[in-house]
């Protein structure tokens, strides 16, 4: 499997950046997995014309070459932070790259809740139909107190949590397989959304 892990967050020192580099790490063997930054994307705005930035069109093509996005976002006031929400834009007002991709959330807090909040707002957004994403159901991995969950070589410290996040991850291989042969079958007759640079 190959999937790409979005890092939800413009901050330069994140626990949640930590998390998608350890598990880029610890599962290896089982998939390829490439962290990317959303950081160095424009802030959304309707574009004047046709044209897509160029770091959005490369957003878009990972998630349309990947198999799968793990996306780690962080709480800011019991919801994502903006810079989330607006790469989450530039995808449903253009490309449209996460229909139908399967979709595990992940998530770090230095507080207690991991980043529960967040995760349930992220849900909502990814479930949006112009976005329709495949949110791998009954699935939380929610990271507390993150601040102590790494050692100096960025391993996960916490056992149960590392249990926890290797039983979810096997899930998510298993679902990415599953909702890849149910849509092999699918017939997509969708017709191409105009917006209002088109028009």
Known sequence: MKYLAIVGTNSDVSTN????QFMQKHFSGEAE???YEIKDLPAFMEPEDSEVPEKVAELSDKILSADGVIIATPE?????PAVLK????WISYTSQALTDKPVLIVGASHGTLGSSRAQAHLRQILDSPELAARIMPSSEFLLGKSQGAFDNSGNLIYED???ELDEIFREFVLFTDITS????????NKKVKKYTWQE
Not at 17 to 20: D, F, S, T, V, Y
Not at 76 to 80: Q, S, W
Not at 183 to 188: D, P, S
């Open 17 to 20: 950046r930590m998390l998608l």
């Open 33 to 35: 997995i490439e962290v």
């Open 76 to 80: 800011y006031d019991h919801a994502i």
């Open 86 to 89: 607006s790469a989450l834009e």
């Open 161 to 163: 949590k590392l249990s």
């Open 181 to 188: 042969k149910l849509l092999e079958e699918k017939v997509l």
